[in-house]
């Protein structure tokens, strides 16, 4: 390596024999690369997934549609596999850790003195001073935008580089073994500091002293001879250890006998001044931001220049120069000339306390205000019940601001034990609400703290949001029995809590919107399959065709020939979101996909969603898959009274058994209401909940349906389109909080109903959704999609209460709702008769049915059919019709007396049939007989007209008046 103008070089034959130390693998590279070896590259790199900025090697595979920009391209690449067109290192292993490789390389050859930094907060910001005090007295780099990740060394040190006097570096630590150890191997520090430990990420660890001896592997690398570590002397667990192998100094502003510490501190708005102590000299220090506990950083900065021989006055100078930048402990003016304090990027515990202080240290003139808006702290596991828990004492009983405001999650517990100590605080789950409240309250010159996390619940777009004078927040419009009820409020853009039982919306948002709903579109689909005679016992070979359907899809991995159960392959298609499970059990049963989604459209329209659509079985990211809220809730509820489907999504783990080779493999899930990942951690526990069915994709974003049981009561919530990341799961937080606000319903009283109520709420159920509604739209859309088949399907449901319900008084109101509908739609269907649902396209008009008639499963009956009853003794086809299996009977047909029709028969229109039909036939009426008659007098006579035309004739053909 060499340098040329002050910058680094290094060769393409250097960074070859970083990459591997095998003679053999390197002959070959050398081979291929030919005249490249001798070409003079300038490391000069960015992240993996910035192409544009690359010069030199890139590392990684590139991405379907990407390319490396035409006037840019890099020398050579590493990668697993060939990139067209750029001579190629080819992998087995991650490129990133050739990336690595090529760290180590730079760093053995270029070697600037080095310090690594960490601790469990304040990391960045004493990084960041410690960088300002060394760039006084040489050149320094260091790690930016807070890249303390294994990924951001890597970039640290390969960026553009030259000669460097020193490198000031952040690690940062999530869990165990996360490549500390690895990293300070490769930088080598001389210097290495821990500014303090805290509760981030302790759920990984268990303890803090767990935390210390992780932490402490970012000395692994610093010689033990030579090296210096620097402890925080106030920080509990770092002065229980005692066996350190290097040598310690110590800072500290509490302990006066450490070797760095501090006195005659003074606050201001402006700023913090005071007395640096180190050993045996003093010299006076001023800090451009406010808040005690940046006194800790300052004094790390200080110990670490003073071990590097730098002299009191440009370390001074260079703490005097010190900027905060990001999201950390900005403090400027703006909205209505307020002071903002805006420290958005981390918090735990003792980061939430410390900007606590920071607002109280703050002065404030006579009228002046002090508001802290809080916001939930990620990362906590196990653990975050209680640290939230003990913010909020602590926050109640040492602090007294003005107002407290909260946004999301856990944060909650802030403002209630705020509001306990009789204090003011309001809390927001809906961000709208959030916004709007705020800009609502804020007064001319308050002083208003913003803490919170920019990754948990989108905190720091909401502050720019209350902040910007232009901004007006779009109040969200609520629905429901409880829609006033703050708790029930969600961030995400459309939400419900349904009571299955009643019919009754408890609270939604946007519940008739359509979304996207992803896989959610798969309850139907497994609904439908239950009710048109797919049993869980049924055994299912796997049909080729299904892997057609299932490319680009995420599958299960069930082949072509094996033999499942078809509640195995049904439970795959909903928990495991298996789509070659669910393709393989429809086209086991249909002739094609086509066919079982006519089907599935039935089932739909007789759930009462009217306003739910799909193009096929599983939910995808393209048009043609809709529905909404409200239609979600009405086919869940309907799949709820379902037996077979209440087992099968009851079951979180199952023994799935390929039938003909024996094999078994135990499939487990791990509930996202039961989860035990840090990234949802405090969803746990909801007792009786049913996980149903959650599914995603870029279109529909995060959509989640479950349901719990109250009683004999379920409840189903549904939320749709909740954006997601790995530090804010929406869509959990807000369906736990629905499920469990359920807990504190009151009982609704039974009531004693006359007939006629009954008649009337028999009416008024059928068409509520309808009466609710004043979207002229959604009006129009249901027209279209014919509503009366929504109350023959409302036929159906009330036909099952009657017959499965342990409530007497809830079979008696079902059976009569049942018996008003049939007035309505002058249908005779028995309600207790051997017969199957069957579908009905144009509803239940005029259709009657022999009480003692059977009927298979999966038949289609039209308007206006007769299957009746023969009871005359001497006919020799009396009896009542037994209708076999998938029969269609066309408008109008007549089947009477004790015939058999077959499975799979078609019945065409206006058929009369008295006689048995074989399986597999159609019956068709003859050929019409055609009539000639000349003269045709086709005037329809009133009634009032036809009886005068019958006085008439009977008087002419008594040939006088009438006696």
């Excluded at 670490?304 to 403090?331: C, M, P």
């Amino acid at each position: 390596m060499t340098e040329c103008d002050g910058k680094i070089i290094i060769t393409v034959d250097e960074i070859l024999r970083g990459m591997t130390d095998n003679e053999e693998e390197y002959a070959r590279a050398a081979k291929q690369f030919g005249a490249l070896l001798d070409i003079k590259v300038e490391t000069c790199f960015d992240r993996i997934r910035d192409l544009g900025d690359l010069k030199g090697v890139f590392f990684g595979d590139l991405k379907n549609g990407e390319a490396f920009p035409e006037d840019n391209p890099p020398v050579f690449a590493v990668s697993a596999k060939d990139i067209p067109g750029i001579p190629t290192f080819v992998v087995k292993e991650a490129p990133i850790f050739y990336w690595r490789r090529l760290a180590r390389v730079i760093a053995d050859k270029f070697r600037p003195r080095s310090v690594v930094i960490t601790g469990s907060y304040g990391k960045t910001t004493t990084m960041q001073m410690t960088c300002s005090v060394l760039q006084q007295a040489g050149r320094t780099t260091f790690t930016p935008n807070n890249e303390n990740t294994n990924i951001g060394q890597v970039w640290a040190l390969t960026r553009p580089l030259v000669t460097y006097d020193y490198f000031t570096c952040e690690l940062g630590l999530s869990q165990k073994n996360y490549y500390m150890s690895e990293w300070s191997k490769i930088i080598k520090p001389e210097i290495c500091v821990i500014v303090n430990i805290g509760s981030p990420h302790i759920e990984n660890f268990g303890d803090k002293s767990q935390i210390l001896e992780e932490k402490l592997h970012v000395a692994d690398g610093m010689s033990e001879e030579k090296g210096l570590l620097i402890l925080n002397a106030d920080d509990e667990t770092s002065m229980a250890k005692k066996d350190y192998r290097h040598k310690i100094k110590t800072i500290a502003v509490n302990t006066k006998e450490a070797d760095y510490t501090c006195r005659d501190i003074a606050m201001s708005n402006d700023g913090i001044d005071f007395v640096a102590v180190c050993r045996d000299r003093e010299f006076n220090v001023h800090l451009n931001l406010t808040g005690k506990h940046n006194v800790y950083s300052a004094l790390a900065a200080i110990a670490v220049a003073d071990s590097f021989g730098v002299s009191d006055d440009k370390i001074a100078a260079g703490l005097a120069l010190y900027k905060t930048s990001g999201t950390r402990q900005n403090v400027y003016t703006a909205y209505k000339n307020n002071i903002i304090i805006e420290d958005c990027f981390g918090a735990s515990l003792e980061a939430d306390i410390v900007m606590f202080d920071m607002l109280r240290e703050f002065k404030a003139e006579e009228g002046q205000r002090k508001i802290a808006v809080l916001g939930h702290v990620p990362r906590m596991g196990r653990l975050s019940d209680q640290v939230h828990r003990d913010i909020a004492k602590k926050l109640a009983s040492d602090y007294d601001f003005d107002m407290v405001v909260t946004y999301g999650g856990l944060s909650r517990y802030f403002s209630e034990e705020y509001k306990k100590a009789g204090k003011s605080a309001y809390h927001f789950y809906d961000d709208e609400e959030f916004v709007a409240f705020l800009k609502e309250n804020i007064r001319e010159k308050d002083i208003i703290l913003f803490k919170g996390v920019w990754k948990t619940y989108n905190f720091t777009r909401h502050v720019r949001r209350i902040l910007n004078p232009d901004y007006k927040a779009q109040l969200p419009k609520y629905c429901g029995t409880y829609a006033d009820t703050a708790s029930l409020h969600t961030t995400s853009p459309s939400s419900l809590l349904f009571d299955a039982s009643d019919g009754r919306i408890v609270c939604g948002k946007n519940i008739h919107t359509r979304y996207n709903p992803a896989s959610l579109i798969t309850i139907a689909s497994v609904l439908t399959l239950l009710e048109n005679g797919m049993k869980p016992d049924d055994i299912v070979t796997i049909p080729g065709a299904a892997s057609a359907f299932t490319k680009g899809w995420f599958v299960y991995g069930v082949k072509a020939g094996e033999r499942y159960r078809a509640g195995d392959l049904m439970w795959l298609s909903l928990k495991k979101s298996g789509t070659d499970a669910l393709y393989s059990l429809i086209l086991s049963e249909y002739e094609s996909v086509e066919a079982f989604m006519k089907l599935w459209r039935e089932t739909v329209l007789q759930s009462g969603a009217v306003n739910t659509g799909s193009i096929g079985p599983y939910g995808k990211d393209s048009d043609g898959y809709y529905s909404t809220a409200f239609d979600l809730a009405l086919i869940i509820s309907r799949a709820l009274k379902n037996k077979d489907f209440l087992s099968l999504i009851s079951d979180d783990m199952r023994e799935i058994t390929e039938l003909t080779s024996g094999e078994r493999k135990r499939e487990s899930l791990v509930t996202f209401l039961n989860t035990r990942s840090e990234k949802d951690e405090h969803l746990l526990y909801t007792p009786g909940v049913i996980q149903i069915k959650e599914g995603e994709n870029h279109i529909s974003r995060k959509c989640v349906a479950a349901a719990v049981k109250r009683g004999e009561k379920y409840y189903v919530s549904v939320v749709l389109g909740s954006v997601e990341s790995h530090f804010n799961m929406f869509s959990y937080d807000e369906t736990k909080r629905m499920l469990d606000f359920t807990e504190t319903l009151p009982l609704v009283k039974k009531e004693e109903v006359s007939v006629k109520t009954i008649n009337n709420a028999a009416f008024d159920s059928a068409y509520e959704y309808i009466d609710s509604i004043n979207d002229p739209e959604l009006l129009d859309r249901i027209l279209e999609n014919n509503y009366e088949t929504s109350l023959g399907g409302s036929f159906w449901k009330y036909r099952q209460i009657h017959l499965e319900s342990k409530d007497p008084l809830e079979r008696k109101r079902a059976l009569l709702k049942c018996q008003y509908i049939q007035r309505v739609m002058c249908a005779s269907v028995p309600v207790n008769s051997n017969i199957h649902r069957f579908g009905t396209p144009h509803g239940l008009t005029g259709i009657h049915i022999s009480a003692r008639a059977k009927i298979g499963t999966g038949c289609t009956i039209l308007q206006g059919v007769t299957i009746g009853s023969n009871t005359f003794a001497d006919s020799k086809k009396s009896g009542f019709p037994v209708i076999g299996n998938n029969v269609f009977i066309g408008a109008g047909a007549k089947i009477i007396g004790g015939v058999t029709v077959g499975d799979n028969v078609r019945i065409g229109a206006n058929c009369i049939v008295v006689e048995d039909v074989p399986a597999n036939s159609v019956v068709v009426m003859e050929k019409p007989k055609i009539i000639s008659k000349p003269l045709i007098n086709n005037k329809f006579l009133s009634p009032d007209e036809y009886d005068k035309f019958i006085e008439e004739q009977l008087f002419i053909r008594g040939g006088g008046e009438q006696t």
